[in-house]
């Protein structure tokens, strides 16, 4: 990639293609003032920006690697480099009035687009705008449809196609470059332009990066330097699956004793409601003070080793806030470790009958007392592993012991949260045997986060916000580094009368065999929706799909360890790997590592399966049928999930004897 200036003009491209080329006609930085307006109702946000000047920068001068780009009276200054294949921009200057940059990318019509974040609606981008902002996905993310409808009314948000837990500045081509902005600004990616990519941001970014290379395993090599990798899970979440479950101790001993009489391989259970429970509107919430409920889970550590002896970890459930009139609640707020208001008091905020403190971990001590916390009352009592919930709801007009707002915070909080998990862990040296796993993040997520899940699905097979979301999810955020993902087993969200049966928790099951690890989950509304445990057959199921999941170990332990160590996904798009066009538009199949591809049923009722594969040679997973490169129909009644290996795969032997 080369960057040629000119006269008052100034290209960086390669190969034909020109990634920007700026001329006093077409400009490649827009200088602006913009008045945002954001409405927050929990996690959910309304945000309209008004532009109210938007200056096109026509005039550009250079000395050595800093430009001055200059129109009207406005200036920003920049510093502008090559390193190899990579354009760097950097130390950003602007007038004091500036709040909104705009850069403009060259881009073409139908040019393929990756990335934002995990995004569950489209894996290709193109056509389409999307904010970078976390917030919760929402109930259903289509507008068009009737429980979004419904759920906006409710006041609880439907969300849209481009709503996530986990946005990220950072997109690639098919045409093999990578465009990373550092930044944790409010920014908006408009890619539905044939001709352009337009980059907004409400804030001067710390940068903008742009790297080539002959490969997307090369970009993904690009991606590892950039954001570093996951430790890799350990073992004993690779092999079985952990049964989420609610109720106290005889309730768990009971699950586990069924399970084990069916031949079900169990590696964990994990009680979210360890410390207790409230009811409210929405369904059963946990009692947000983070120590063991003895009434709920009496002879807690007994229980725990009772479990080890057979090889079953307990996980349970922690977020970044503390219950209003707990004990907990009332020290941190002593000692001044809660995110405040712009007055100067705590900032108090509303989960919906239920009034928390939200953890400020740009203060050292905070942060300190939050992974004391994690230490004593998880880790030391046995814990093997958690969710570590939320971290979507920073308000705006927050104040943060490091002097920052909420505005620029509100991004920066996910990868802060993870941070205290894993280095309570780390401190605790159990990294590696100690797993928490998240739904938001950003930036910085990849380094300390160990894993992964797709949050709240609701209970369907929709393509916006049902199992087939999950897909491309899983792919995108492997694009951007975090390879360790997984989902609830069953889906999560239960509104409006939409309730799980027991085909979208068989579906759920044989797919996530061919994830990173497999748990499931009760749901917000247990008693009305199916669960594992509530038919013979759904139980014989479990019990022959965790079998599989055994006889697989070897080649999963290689796919997690592979994800650790070189930054390529567990959960990989087809074009990874396959230089083929076809394979740039799969969206809803991948690669499970290198030597299996997985093409998940996600729609009711189906009893057979259209599949892409490329060019290869294939044998199907159960029934050992062959075949080549293109589209095939296959027969997937449930139980029978469309799952292909590579011939000349080395792990070939191990496929040749996995039956069902």
């Known amino acids: 990639m080369r960057l040629i200036k000119g006269n008052n003009t100034f290209s960086v491209g390669k190969d034909g293609w020109t990634i920007i080329e700026h001329t006093a006609e077409r400009p490649f930085l827009y200088a ?11 996690g959910d946000f309304k945000i309209k920006d008004k532009v109210v000047e938007k200056i096109p920068l026509k005039q550009v001068e250079f000395s050595g690697d800093r430009a001055v780009f200059s129109n009207c009276g406005c200036q920003v200054s920049l510093r502008m480099r090559m390193e190899g294949d990579r354009l760097v921009i950097d130390s950003i200057e602007t007038d004091d009035a500036v709040n909104r940059l705009f850069f403009v990318l060259q881009s073409e019509k139908g040019e393929r687009l990756y990335g934002c974040g995990e995004q569950f609606s489209y894996l290709n981008l193109k056509g389409r705008n999307f904010p970078v902002w ?9 507008p068009t449809s009737l429980i979004s409808f419904q759920a906006d009314r409710m006041g609880i948000g439907g969300g849209d196609y481009y709503t996530t837990n986990y946005p990220q500045p950072t997109f690639l081509s098919e045409n093999k470059y990578l465009v990373h902005m550092e930044t944790s600004f409010y920014s908006d990616f408009d890619f539905t332009e044939d001709d352009h990519t337009q980059i907004t941001v409400w804030g001067k970014p710390e940068h903008l990066a742009i790297e080539s290379s002959g490969s997307f395993l090369g970009l993904m090599d690009a991606v590892t330097r950039m954001f570093g990798t996951q430790p890799a899970l350990p073992d004993w979440m690779l092999e079985g699956v952990t049964l989420g479950m609610q109720g106290g101790t005889d309730v768990v001993y009971e699950k586990v004793a069924q399970a084990k009489a069916y031949g079900i391989n169990v590696n964990g259970v994990w009680c979210q409601d360890w410390v207790g429970k409230k009811i409210t509107s929405f369904g059963k919430r946990l009692f947000w003070k983070w120590e063991k409920n003895e009434e709920a889970y009496p002879d807690f550590e007994k229980m725990i080793q009772d479990l080890a002896k057979d090889g079953i970890r307990f996980l349970a459930y922690i977020n970044p806030y503390l219950l209003e009139g707990t004990e907990m609640f009332r020290d941190a707020s002593t000692r001044g470790y809660f995110i405040k208001r712009p007055d100067g008091g705590d900032y108090i905020a509303d989960f919906g009958e239920f009034h928390c403190g939200t953890m400020d971990f740009t203060n050292p001590d905070a942060m300190e007392w939050y992974k004391q916390v994690i230490r004593r009352n998880m880790i030391d009592l046995g814990i093997s ?3 570590a919930d939320f971290g979507e709801y920073v308000p705006v007009d927050a104040v943060f012991f490091n002097g920052k707002t909420g505005r620029e915070m509100h991004n920066q909080y996910p990868a802060l949260w993870a941070r205290c998990n894993y280095e309570a862990i780390q401190e605790s040296g159990k990294l590696g045997e100690v797993v928490f796993f998240m739904r938001s993040g ?17 209970v369907d097979f929709t393509l916006h916000d049902g199992l087939a979301s999950t897909i491309p999810a899983g792919i995108s955020l492997g694009l951007m580094g975090n390879g360790l993902t997984h989902f609830d087993l069953g889906g999560y969200t ?6 799980r049966d027991e085909e979208l928790m068989l579906r759920h099951l044989e797919y996530a065999v061919f994830t990173p690890y497999m748990r499931t989950h009760e749901g917000n509304r247990p008693d009305e929706n199916f669960q594992y445990d509530q038919s013979e057959h759904c139980l014989q199921q479990f019990a022959v799909f965790t079998r599989i999941r055994k006889a697989l170990l070897p080649y999963i332990r290689q796919v997690v360890r592979e994800n650790a160590e070189t930054g390529l996904g567990a959960m990989r798009p087809l ?4 230089d083929q066009e076809e394979c740039l538009d799969v969206a809803y199949e991948y690669l499970f590592g290198r030597d299996l591809l997985v093409a998940p049923v996600h729609e009711e009722g189906a009893v057979e399966w259209e599949v892409f594969l490329p060019e290869d040679e294939w044998i199907h997973l159960f029934t050992k049928e062959s075949f080549g490169g293109g589209r095939v129909k296959v027969q997937a009644e449930l139980g029978n999930i469309p799952v292909f290996y590579r011939k000349k795969s080395s792990f070939r032997e191990l496929f040749d004897g996995i039956k069902k």
């Not at 602006?32 to 929990?42: D, P, S, T, V």
């Not at 950003?442 to 609701?458: E, F, H, P, R, V």
């Not at 239960?494 to 309730?499: D, E, I, P, R």
């Open 134 to 142: 976390t917030s919760e996905p929402g109930v259903g993310r289509d």
């Open 32 to 42: 602006g003032i913009g008045k945002e307006r954001i409405e927050q109702h929990y």
């Open 575 to 578: 074009f990874l790997h396959y």
């Open 385 to 387: 592993g958690w969710m």
């Open 442 to 458: 950003g930036i910085g997520s990849q380094k300390y986060c160990t894993l992964l899940w797709a949050g709240d699905q609701s």
């Open 494 to 499: 239960s509104l409006f009368g939409n309730v």
